[in-house]
């Protein structure tokens, strides 16, 4: 799977001032992390993944644009898809990346 570099950049430009972030090839595609935690992901295929925790998950894929992240036949919980109208602007964009830190942040520092 190709990466998908001008998503990323623009993943990047949003998180460039957070410290404890770094990335990491994973999924066939790049992933943010914070602290070692995974906030969030994109890759060509599936665009935006976003990493939201067990507990908002069943209430998160009730919302616009989102959809489950399986990728083998199994459901991952806590992990979604955006379609690209779900973050089409900065603002949107920054609001699914925000609730993937919502949720790492509750995490330990690896």
């Not at 799977?1 to 994973?26: C, P, S």
């Not at 109208?85 to 990346?97: A, T």
Request: glycine share 10%; net charge positive; with cysteine.
């Amino acid at each position: 799977m190709a990466l998908n570099e001008k998503l990323n950049q623009r993943i990047r430009d949003i998180l460039k001032r957070k410290r404890g972030v770094t990335e990491q090839n994973m999924f066939g595609g790049l992933c943010f992390m914070h602290h070692g935690n995974m906030i969030c992901g994109a890759d060509i295929k599936n665009g935006l993944m976003v990493r939201i925790g067990p507990e908002k998950y069943q209430q998160t894929l009730k919302s616009e644009h989102v959809r489950e992240m399986n990728l083998t036949g199994k459901p991952l919980t806590g992990l979604v898809f955006i379609n690209p109208d779900g973050y089409k602007n900065k603002s949107s964009l920054k609001q699914w990346i925000n609730k993937g830190l919502d949720f790492t942040t509750t995490l330990p520092k690896k």
